[in-house]
């Protein structure tokens, strides 16, 4: 089974370039750096014998918690690994007291939305033609 480490800054480069695998619109090292030091962000790094397998951030602030970003590498998918990285998320939260976790999800995203329906979020939100690609976003949301 994988195993999952706190993410740091030192992990940007390497997390930016999972990230170019997964997202049309990836984010750059230089933006990895700069969320990752921002206060009530964290994040897991899952790899198994070295291997990096995927990720999760997000971030903390008061009752609320918010999914920023989460992957897995393509061969690495089906075998349960996002689904630990969001307990781990939803656990931090709820020890730094958050009640409620959002996050945002492509309409268009299937995959992400039969992931996020099994760990129990709910849909609260829609926001039309969010993405560039005239592609509304869904707001999700689980009591932590
Ligand atoms: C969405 C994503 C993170 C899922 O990662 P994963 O490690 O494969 O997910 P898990 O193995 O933990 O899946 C848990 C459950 O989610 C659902 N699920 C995940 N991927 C699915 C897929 N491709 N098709 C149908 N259901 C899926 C299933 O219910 C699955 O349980 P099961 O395998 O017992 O049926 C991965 O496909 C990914 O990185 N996609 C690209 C990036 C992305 O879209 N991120 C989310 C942005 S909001």
């Not at 005239?134 to 932590?144: E, K, S, W």
Request: aromatic share 8%; net charge neutral.
């Amino acid at each position: 089974m994988s195993e999952l480490a706190p993410l740091t800054a030192a992990h940007a480069a390497l997390i930016a370039g999972m990230h170019h695998v997964c997202f049309a619109e990836p984010w750059s090292e230089k933006a990895m750096t700069e969320l990752l030091v921002l206060p009530g962000v964290y994040g897991w790094l899952a790899s198994a014998e070295g291997r990096p397998e995927g990720f999760v951030m997000a971030r903390v602030a008061a009752d609320e918690a918010e999914i920023l970003t989460i992957m897995v590498l393509p061969p690495y998918r089906r075998h349960g690994v996002a689904q630990r990285l969001l307990q781990a998320a939803l656990d931090n939260a709820k020890m730094h007291g958050a009640q409620k976790m959002y996050l945002e999800v492509a309409s268009s995203n299937e995959n992400a939305m039969q992931l996020y329906t099994k760990v129990g979020f709910v849909l609260v939100g829609r926001r039309k033609r969010y993405y560039a690609d005239g592609v509304d976003a869904l707001l999700l949301a689980r009591d932590v």
